[in-house]
């Protein structure tokens, strides 16, 4: 399980499968793919196959140092890799460990930062506190710090010119780390470059910049991190021989890779260096060239999701010789003065692609000089990061599921499974554990806060902790509903509780209890979405008082994958309420999915495929056509009463559902049907299989026939 390679020891592959993958990344073909993201999301502890399998393998006192040291290292080593800030992150996780799986030439680049995103403390008085995340990647399994091939000793470092705040020349230096994606046999790997710029060496502008995930300070800063990522690339691959020709771009962050690409083609096609004598033809021509080797996705409609620069700001760090190809590509309609990052990446791509059917609708109307070329390949989640362990184990020993860790289009071939009484009484059994985990967590997770108060400032963030004589424990038995992902005022958090009299008297009027528990953080300079946070935690007493204790709104501070992967499997119904059409894709409703828990959501992003006319959940709220539908996120424009009022006339129906026993069989029936409808369509093997279209990859036969089955679980663009 241990493999050397020129830049270092890795662990959990032998040395054949090293090989093997890392010649596939330097073949002279350049038969492979770079995935570019910001943010990578992909947590040890909620899915890490070496630690599964060294956990069936015999204790360390057996093994030789170096497997020792491994052993401790992957079993009782930090589990957390902060760099992530929510969906995207995670999307990229969850795609490279399918492209592992499925045995795809990829390796991804992203940059680690040593502060991470954030840690958030939430108060009852203040609202969300953020800290730096203290953490350390010497001692995380799974990542490795790489070396330059002749001297083990001495890290491998690239070097780029670089400018700093007095807009003067200046190097950035990186170091280089590698995460390894490992498949879940065990027999693949799909590396990850973690560029490290927050050197001691550098200037302080970039350090600041390198430390933090989307540091908000300046736009200055922001310019900077984005720019890091993007002319890191290739001398990063350079630098450990990887020869790939064709580039995923996740999200616009790393477009300054267009940039770089362009110009080197332009020198080839000048044959001297001083690209800025170039005319307007042979950079457009140059960059046709370069289009042909990207592909690009597009995440958000939502404006402050598109990076924009003013033209001033950028000059100042950025190479002079590259200002015209900004100034021809990255054009920005609405301000003659501003780069448009989203705009160049739109413009420079053989192939863009929204992340549902319905964000493709909205992104054609939002860019309509490049809808002819935007088409959807709707995200998916890794089926076998977010099914629960619980769950997995009914699967396992389910004989008509055979094969679903490697195919999770079985799902789709076992009907008969809805009315087979065993399963459901197992299933059943299953999803019950999973509830009594997380209600169990949340009831000590309640204690220790009250407890807190003698040792921190911190006031509980639950006005249950405040609560004695048993009343501040929530009750697995009582209908639970999930509701956790980034604070941002479009996804409105709160719309439920916006007439919190109506709510309660639903719940007093037939004496139903209800636990809704709430978990997630705003970005630290989103001061709109801090104050929702703020909002929520301010109705908990009401809420509790005029349901006469029947309705338990809870708060789970620090929300990561860890937490996600208990709430979306433990819940009776997971929650979404976003404004239609601001939520592109959405992912966590479909984690539950994948645990057969059903969604009540907005008919937005995923759900509008995922809905299956109520088979599968329940929807509510204004559905509207999306071209005339607003994409602003004030307060005016986001239908809180509305779509509030249409929760309470949808609430009672499931309620009744989920409490009258004559009813029994609408939650299992749902929860069945979208282990079947949709688990094959909403997993990111899938998902792989129609982005591989979209690359051009050459595989080998059996490879391609796999990834053909994948591809017809579902078509997203139609
Ligand atoms: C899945 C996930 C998200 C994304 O949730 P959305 O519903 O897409 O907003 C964010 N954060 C974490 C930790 C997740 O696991």
Redesign the pocket.
Known sequence: MIAAGKFGTFFGINQQTFDRVWSQLTDPSGNSLVYISMEI?ADPDVFNPVRDRLLLTPGPEVLDSQWAAFYEKFVRGPQKIPTYS??LG?LAGDTLKSYADCHLPVVAISLLYRRGYFSQYVDSQIGQISQHVLWQPEATPCLYQLHEPEAPEKPLEIKIPFFNEYNQQTVAIAQVWMKMEISSDLDFFVPEILLDFARPESPSLIRNAASQLYNAESSMIKAIQRRMLGTGILPALRALGITSRTFHLNEQHGIVLAMQLIAEELTAMLQHPHIELARDEQIFKAAEAVSQRLVYTIHTPVKAGHDRFNKSLYAGINEKSCQRILDLLAHDDENPHAYNFTHMAMHVNRSANSVSRLHRDVTRRQFPRFASKISAITNG?HHLTWISSQRARVFDSTPQLSGWRHDPGVFGQAGELIGDDPFRERLRSAWEQDTQQLISYVNTMLIEHRNQMSTTWIDPPNYLSTLGDGKDRLDPRSFTVGF???FSTY?RADLIFHDVDQLCEICVINNWPINFLYSGKAHPADEPGKTVIKHLLDRQEELYRKSEGLVKLVFIPN???K??KMLVAGVHCWL?SPKRPLEA?????M?AAMNGVPNISIMDGWWVEGYHDGATGWKFGHEGAVDSASLSESREELLYFEDSSSFYELLPLILDAFYDKTNSRIFLDKGINNLLLNIPIFNTHRMAAEYLQRYGLVLPAARTREMERFAQLYCSDI
């Not at 894709?585 to 409703?589: A, I, K, L, M």
Request: glycine share 24%; proline share 0%; hydrophobic share 30%.
């Open positions: 999301g929510g969906g995670v989640v956790a992902r980034r996804k929300y990561d994958m937490i996600a979404n894709s959405g992912t966590s409703g984690k």
